[in-house]
């Protein structure tokens, strides 16, 4: 491409936010006995790089599992002991069996958020870039400017080099899969999305519109021929990836098992602490953790996940497009937070909504810096408060529906204007009430709670709101407009 | 929502950038400082704890006052905000107190007294024509120049990590350099005294002012041939002039002067006795006179020409900074540095006397003075060479060839600030920023005059490099017997 010094401008930049995000505090720094996700990760290179493979996911006296042990699928251990193998060469005692829990030393922090930079420069920074590049008909002016608003999203940011954790690598290899799957190397696709997958369990939120849409593409090509070769095809890449990467805990159920259940904690409840989902919000009014029995928690869940992904996947497997693969990719993943067992705030990666922890971590300067950066560069880049129109705001099909029952209903993007505005009002108010205020003594949590409900609502809006554009965008809709 | 629309709607690009580079300062903030950052909370606590008449007498602290008065002022104003923040900081006592609330005072206040040299390229803006102009808004001489004063990496670096107070110090220059484009000539004469008196190493560039403004201003017409018409001499111009700076310099110095401390505010102002060189080097003349002198002594010691008890001890770059004598060569005196500064500056200031181009000769001549004041001077900090790269930027939107040259000047320039930061975290900082824009610089002023030799930009980089920094860093690597 022509631009290709802006393009380097604009990921340099990016890498400079990181790093310099990255010399803040890290989750649980100075604070034993658990410390947090920085010693999380420390304790995995010590574990992965002191005990043979079949111990890493068993209680022992070596591996405590109620001291961080670990909960992710196998390619983070193995990347874990890559960066073990490298903390060796530097200086053992950061991995030394036992006597490294809680290390903490500039050298060390220093190392650490290396290895975050190196794995993200490695692996999303050029997914990121690429997938800008690979998009068609638009400018490359508006190439840069996704690139560099994608960069810039605080969440990903200060979760990674904040509060310390690997997501980039997982958001990266799903990358790599959505550009694959979207250009039509599927079989790479698929590899890349299996990597993803191994690497995060989480990335299961976005497997099932990659499975429908993959589907849906097979039987487009027909199932007597083309199709059937490349189901074939996609099954065995699956199918090997998986076992390449789970070759150590094949060899016995019982390794396998206990793997699935360190990575599915279902003995735990509907949910954990404060989480903007529908369960949590919910239980504000009813207290459903403890009226509903455990077994029925699950199957609710379970019923009202699928229900709300349904109508979405069904209309890819028809219909599939790129578009709405991605579009069906975003509501899937909120469905999944929103409804199902067991979710961390974590998992949604959505910056107003990881307040209450980034503040107990010491991020409020990165938090709004980033935050204000990202929305300068969006507003500027995208003119996001000019193109409010119908057709921009992808609505017009729909209004046109709604409009055949409702003649009047002329206002749509007035009323999402004015939603936007009331949001980004209250987002900034109760985050400055979280800040400086202290809650009431008779409800001590009251400010997480309301930060929980109020995303839980725009999570709602957003999960209707795409399922709105992908159900009426239609191909006929195309087809029209060439008539008129 | 209109009025959203317009603070953040498409034209407004130098806002974006403004509040970008802003936002970038405040991610630097947990960011390494420098003893500088003492130095600034020490001038604090006297300023804010002493009467007047003690502030440039207090020794309590090795960082004495050595800035002129009005900066001493800035510093008492500044006080008064620090008491609350933190209390303790204000204490003379207090000596390397940096606790996280001063840490956060400092910061902010250099970030928001930025907000003057932000006024002060959008005055800058102003004066730069943008006939060569694309279409595209980066392809603009305005929005160039805009990114490579706001997002200067050497600026960056100094004011935000190693810390100081250049950016409203460079701000009153530029906007004194925009008020002399603009023939605003008084207002721009009482900026550059004001700035005199906030930090006085701006005094290298006086001979500049003082030539175009008696040449220029003082002398309102030429004669057909360019050359000076005597009889257009404007005596009012001049004692408007001098009236301007002797009542800037009586409201700096006055108090002192009232006080007979004057002799004692001199001393501070221009310590001779701290050496030739800085305690690293500034890759300027006498660093290479001193590598050449270590080279001949260690030579002559080989060939046994010189005697090893003869030669003193003392070495020039253990970091310390006191006097000491060259031992082949002749030892260099502060006169001799200041003869040899004439000397460079003399050229550039006879052209801007018998040949003056308006106010880009000015420029061109400042500049001038600049570098050949970082080349010779006494006692040279390596961040004086932003003192010339800053003014260059205004020229290099300008024409070709100052777009080279100035390529040649910030990219070395920049590089040679590296050692200001040497601790590890820093690193990566310091490699992204200067990654950032001397890419951005060279792409643009590139795409703005289609250049086509960039071999010549990196064989002068090449040819600089070598002979000031690395002899430099070769020497501490062999040092001396």
Partial sequence: MEKWHLMTIVVLIGLTVRWTVSLNSYSGAGKPPMFGDYEAQRHWQEITFNLPVKQWYFNSSDNNLQYWGLDYPPLTAYHSLLCAYVAEFINPDWIALHTSHGYESQAHKLFMRTTVLIADLLIYIPAVVLYSCCLK???????????????????????????????????????????????????????????AINYKQMELYHSLPFFCFLLGKCFKKGLKGKGFVLLIKLACTVVASFILCWLPFCTETEQTLQVLRR??????????????????????????????????????????????????????????????FRFTLVSCALSFFLFSFQVHEKSILLV????????KDGLLMPLVVTTMAFFIACATSFSIFEKTSEEELQLKSFSLSVRKYLPYFTFLSRIIQYLFLVSVITMVLLTLMTVTLDPPQKLPDLFSVLVCFVSCLHFLFFLVYFNIIIMWDSKGGRNQKKIN | MAALRLTMGGGNWFSALALGVTLLKCLLIPTYHSTDFEVHRNWLAITHSLPVSQWYYEATSEWTLDYPPFFAWFEYALSH???????????VRNLNYSSTRTLLFQRFSVILTDAL?????????????????????????????????????????????HFQYNGFLFGLMLLSIARLFQKRHMEGAFLFAVLLHFKHIYLY??????????????????????????????????????????LVSALSLGPFLAMNQLPQVLSRLFPFKRGLCHAYWAPNFWALYNTLDKVLSVLGLELKLLDSN?????????????????????????????????IAILPSVFCLWFKPQGPRGFLRCLILCALSSFLFGWHVHEKAILLAVLPMSLLSVGKAGDASIFLILTTTGHYSLFPLLFTAPELPIKILLMLLFTIYSISSLKTLFRFTSPASVCYFFCLYWILSFKTSRLYVCCEGP
């Fill in chain 1, 137 to 195: 008909e638009i400018s490359t002016k508006k190439k840069i400017a996704n690139v560099l608003c994608i960069l810039l999203y605080p969440g990903l940011i200060l979760i990674d080099y904040g509060h310390f954790q690997y997501n980039s690598v997982s958001l990266g290899f799903a990358l790599w899969g959505v550009l694959g799957v979207s250009c039509d190397w599927d079989l790479l696709g698929s590899l890349a999305f299996c990597l």
């Fill in chain 1, 263 to 324: 990575l599915f904690p279902v003995d735990r409840g509907l949910f954990e602490d404060k989480v903007a989902n529908i369960w949590c919000s919910f239980s504000i009014f009813l207290k459903i953790k403890d009226i509903w029995p455990h077994h029925f928690q699950i199957i609710i869940s379970f019923c009202f996940t699928f229900l709300s992904l349904l109508p979405a996947c069904i209309k890819l497997t028809l219909q599939p497009s790129s578009k709405g």
């Fill in chain 1, 352 to 359: 107003s909504f990881m307040l209450p922890l980034l503040l």
């Fill in chain 2, 81 to 91: 905000v620090a008491k609350y923040f933190d209390q303790e900081m204000l204490n």
């Fill in chain 2, 117 to 161: 040299f932000v006024y002060a390229v959008h005055e800058c803006c102003k004066c730069i024509d943008g006939k060569k102009a694309g279409k595209e808004l980066t392809e603009k001489p305005k929005f160039i120049l805009s990114v490579l004063l706001l997002w200067n990496f050497g600026l960056l670096i100094v004011d935000h990590i």
């Fill in chain 2, 205 to 246: 560039v006086a001979p500049a002012y003082g030539t175009y403004l008696l040449r220029s201003y003082c002398f309102t017409a030429n004669k057909p041939d360019g050359s000076v018409r005597w009889n257009s001499f404007s005596f009012v111009r001049l004692l408007s002039l001098g009236l301007i700076v002797f």
């Fill in chain 2, 310 to 342: 003869k030669i003193p001890k003392a070495s020039m770059t253990s970091g310390l900074v006191q006097q000491f004598q060259h031992t082949v060569l002749p030892s260099v005196t502060p006169l001799a540095t200041l003869i040899c500064t004439l």
